[in-house]
């Protein structure tokens, strides 16, 4: 059994899957999982899908944001999110509205 970090799913109905440093594919139908690619970077807990700009990103622990490209792992650094509440330590949820505005559930 595979833990998923996180989900997230494309426009086209793709889902992929992080989870302990690696992308995967994943069958919503059956559940099977597939590697596609080890990652750069562990602890990614956010992963969502930009309908603005149709790239995916995640943030990992350190609120370090990167565009993940689902084809083969690359992950290319966006920036460093200031978050202004002692104490937090990493995100639940990484998502995109309509408008293309980031949502990061703490």
């Known amino acids: 059994n595979i ?10 109905g793709a889902a992929y899957m ?6 995967y594919s994943l069958n919503l139908s059956t559940g099977y999982v597939e590697v596609i690619a080890p990652l750069s970077e562990s ?3 956010g992963f969502a899908w930009d309908s603005k ?4 990103f995640v943030i990992n622990s350190d609120w370090d944001v990167f ?7 690359t992950l290319d650094y ?7 509440q002692p104490g937090v ?10 408008a293309g505005t980031l949502w990061i559930e703490i």
């Open 18 to 23: 992080v989870a302990d440093g690696t992308l």
């Open 78 to 84: 966006v920036g460093t999110l200031t978050i202004a």
């Open 89 to 98: 330590y990493g995100s639940y949820s990484l998502q995109f509205d309509k």
């Open 43 to 45: 602890y990614l807990y």
């Open 3 to 12: 833990d998923a970090d996180a989900i997230a799913i494309g426009g086209d």
């Open 67 to 73: 565009q993940i490209d689902v084809t083969d792992g």
């Open 53 to 56: 700009t149709g790239l995916f």
